[in-house]
């Protein structure tokens, strides 16, 4: 067992449940941990203002990688400015590529304040991710299922390669940082860290990569992994 010095989180579907509500037993143990020292990294695929709210209201210090890895950010570093990572224009050539077959009758719609992306271009999940793929199958784009949302990244980042720059950014030992996800787009992310954890409600593939599944869904899991792990209660 790794000595756990910071712990890694996604939010959607981790930390919230299924209608992306903040579990309260999540949100008590990442407090728990912040106020015995273990820094807390907020990880997801949405946006970093997003990323900033949630860290601000749950009170975790630990910085963020945000839209899959794209983008990082930490308060006091790079003059407060987030540090881009991923290529947009990987995925607005997809996109004007899907655009120009479908036209007006696209049936991938932008999700809502997608000026705010700067490493990615993010789509409703109104349909199965296969046929995404499948269209964009000889682009330079990676195309993730996060469960709540498709998401068009430049396959050179993840949260995993999010995550390790972060770590170099604010002299982490990335071995010694618990990963906890749920799904597709948590699957590099979880690789790159010391300790893998996937919550009960998980991707039979995160699964099978973590070094621990826990018995309990959601935020209910991350409090179970953090008491078991880091306070080994």
Do not use: W
């Amino acid at each position: 067992m790794v000595k756990i010095e910071a712990i890694a989180v996604d939010v959607d579907g981790t930390i919230t449940d299924g209608k992306r509500r903040i579990c309260h037993s999540a949100l008590d143990a990442l407090r728990k941990a912040e106020a015995a020292g273990i820094q807390v990294i907020i990880a997801t695929g949405n946006i970093s203002h997003f990323a900033y709210a949630v860290a601000t209201l749950v009170g975790t210090s630990g910085g963020l990688v945000c839209e899959n890895g794209g983008v990082i950010y930490q308060d006091g570093y790079n003059n407060n400015a987030v540090i881009v990572l991923g290529d947009i224009s990987k995925a607005q050539k997809a996109y004007d590529f899907l655009y120009d077959k479908f036209g007006d009758e696209i049936p991938f719609k932008i999700v809502e304040g997608a000026d705010a992306r700067v490493s990615e271009i993010t789509f409703y999940k109104n349909m199965d991710s296969e046929p995404l793929k499948e269209l964009l199958k000889d682009f330079d784009v990676e195309v993730y299922d996060s469960g709540f949302a498709l998401h068009l990244t430049d396959p050179d980042v993840d949260k995993g390669t999010g995550l390790v720059e972060l770590a170099k950014l604010l002299d982490y030992n990335i071995e010694n940082i618990m990963c906890i996800g749920d799904s597709e787009n948590d699957i590099d992310f979880l690789a790159a860290g010391g300790f893998k954890v996937a919550v009960a409600n998980a991707s039979d593939e995160l699964k099978e990569l973590a070094d621990y599944v826990c018995e309990k869904k959601y935020g209910d899991g991350v409090a179970e992994a953090i008491d078991k792990f880091v306070f080994n209660e």
